[in-house]
């Protein structure tokens, strides 16, 4: 436990750091979405495209791996899907619970793997977010549009100009292809990525809205339990299921232990889906995680 607060508690003070930030107006309003759109676009998929180019694609576990993730989201999907029907659940409100127990928090996430197990645990990280990104993304269209009619174009649209994607594209072809990463790129791209999970933690921190917690508290709090208790319960028992190694069965909990994705709130609002309940599960879930990521983290490293 002890090593597992060492690790986390730097992480969520970033996090604290920009929440504070972000009321005392100490920067102006339109910096936040700057910086946001900074860490999106360049210094995030920086972080991916390297890692990814060097990741071990090689390993045999590696299909068993995706296998379990698609496992966990089918599993997951279904249950709220049911409990959708039976409760008779509003497309929009079924769009956010959707997303806050299958989507994941980036930016902690790798920052956690980053300090536990450092470069070889980034690479394979990078591979699991390669699958993860793109079947989170279609997960959380189709709930949000369920009964409506959506075209291919519109459900692959946002996925093909997804940048988290696009970089895992391309560090997968600069890791099969002879080429890597030339004439210093890999330097260049190491220093764009030690900006980018600091700066994203804080960012996390700085569009937490804690003034919807005052509103359902009791789903918010369903949705919380469901996401960072009852998903990595399902992901430790998926991880024996498939027989992971215990590296890649860490990461798998890890990221189904995580916080829901803050972006979430964006495509929420896109797609016109409960926009405020989605802000109150994000913010409920990234506090309420300071206390259940070091119980889980302390029972999968022990």
């Known amino acids: 436990m002890e090593q597992v607060l060492l690790v986390l508690w730097p992480l969520f003070a970033l996090i604290a750091m ?3 930030l972000r009321r005392v107006s100490l920067f102006a309003a339109d910096f936040w979405p700057s910086a946001e759109k900074l860490n999106y676009f360049i210094l995030f998929p920086a972080l991916l495209i390297n890692s990814l180019a060097s990741a071990p694609l090689d390993n045999p576990k590696l299909p068993y791996l995706a296998a379990a993730i698609f496992f966990i989201l089918g599993i997951s999907s279904a249950l709220v899907l049911v409990i959708k029907i039976f409760s008779k659940m ?7 619970h959707i997303q806050g127990i299958t989507r994941f928090n980036t930016y902690l996430g790798l920052a956690i ?3 536990l197990f450092g470069t070889e645990g980034i690479a394979i990280a990078a591979v699991l977010m390669a699958i993860l990104v793109p079947s989170c993304n279609v ?5 949000l549009t369920s009964g409506a009619k959506i075209s291919i174009k ?3 649209l946002p996925i093909i100009k997804n940048p988290l994607i696009i970089s895992c594209v391309i560090g997968i072809l600069l890791n099969l292809l002879p080429i890597g990463l030339p004439f210093g790129t890999d330097q260049l791209l190491k220093l764009l990525a030690a900006a980018s999970l600091p700066l994203g933690l804080i960012c996390i921190g700085a569009a937490l809205q804690t ?3 005052r509103i359902e508290f009791k789903p918010l709090m369903i949705s919380s339990l469901v996401r960072l208790l009852a998903m990595p319960a399902l992901a430790i028992f998926t ?3 498939f027989s992971l190694p215990t590296l890649e069965s860490v990461l798998l909990v890890i990221f189904f232990a995580i916080p829901t994705a803050p972006t979430a709130y964006i495509l929420t609002r896109q797609l016109k889906g409960d926009s405020q309940l989605m802000a109150g599960i994000i913010t409920l879930q990234t506090v309420m995680a300071v206390i259940t990521l070091p119980v ?5 490293l022990d």
């Open 18 to 20: 920009g929440f504070i």
């Open 90 to 96: 509003p497309i929009p409100r079924f769009g956010a």
């Open 113 to 115: 793997v980053a300090d």
């Open 139 to 143: 997960v959380a269209v189709l709930s």
């Open 154 to 156: 519109q459900l692959i």
């Open 211 to 213: 003034a919807t917690l």
């Open 239 to 241: 991880a024996k299921l």
């Open 296 to 300: 889980i983290l302390s029972l999968m």
